[in-house]
T-cell receptor, first 115, second 112 residues
């Protein structure tokens, strides 16, 4: 399944580093999402973009900065992270984002470790 | 608010056993319901979905029926295989919001 790709798959960074996660979807979708998956916690929705406009921002710390330059690409820029930000970051896309029948398709995730 | 409750795991079964993973929900309006599966080291994959009451979603031998009267969407499979070992997530989605509400996931371990 290569509909939604994410790079890198693994990332280790120090608290003072700046890095970016990249997501690309090849499904012709108009909505893209960032989720954080931590052990023993439900999936946390971080950001939603629809037609390249941010439509959801769920009280995410400013050290996470999303960017959606077009409907196929989504970035998550990271700076001055904390060890508790270590998690699996999942990207997803869907056709419209707003209808209840809309189905999300996920990428494989980036496993982030903050030292 | 909307919510999804899944049974706590892990669930450990022998190969060819019958599987049920319970999922109940609370939602306003008429949600769509989904089951996603996450294999080790991978992202979530859509397993099946149902968009209205009494619909049955099915895929790869898994089934779930949208029961509005009991607000449930239990996942079943008649005969599990070792390759079904994964974490299963129940989720719902309502119109007018971009949010999916996910359950906490149920880990399934199938022993040969």
């Amino acid at each position: 399944e290569t509909g939604v790709t994410q790079t890198p798959r693994h990332l280790v960074m120090g608290m003072t580093n700046k890095k970016s996660l990249k997501c690309e979807q090849h499904l012709g979708h108009n909505a893209m999402y960032w989720y954080k998956q931590s052990a023993k916690k439900p999936l946390e929705l971080m950001f939603v973009y629809s037609l390249e406009e941010r439509v959801e921002n769920n009280s995410v710390p400013s050290r996470f900065s999303p960017e959606c330059p077009n409907s196929s690409h989504l970035f998550l820029h990271l700076h001055t992270l904390q060890p508790e930000d270590s998690a699996l970051y999942l990207c997803a896309s869907s056709y419209s984002g707003y209808e209840n029948t809309d189905t999300q398709y996920f990428g494989p995730g980036t496993r982030l470790t903050v030292l | 608010g909307n919510s999804v409750t899944q049974m706590e795991g892990p669930v450990t079964l022998s190969e060819e056993a019958f599987l049920t993973i319970n999922c109940t929900y609370t939602a306003t309006g008429y949600p769509s319901l989904f089951w996603y599966v996450q294999y080790p080291g991978e992202g979530l994959q859509l397993l099946l979905k149902a968009t209205k009451a009494d619909d049955k979603g099915s895929n790869k031998g898994f089934e779930a029926t949208y029961r509005k009267e009991t607000t449930s969407f239990h996942l079943e499979k008649g005969s599990v295989q070792v390759s079904d070992s994964a974490v299963y997530f129940c989720a719902l989605r309502t119109s007018g919001t971009y949010k999916y509400i996910f359950g906490t996931g149920t880990r399934l371990k199938v022993l040969a």
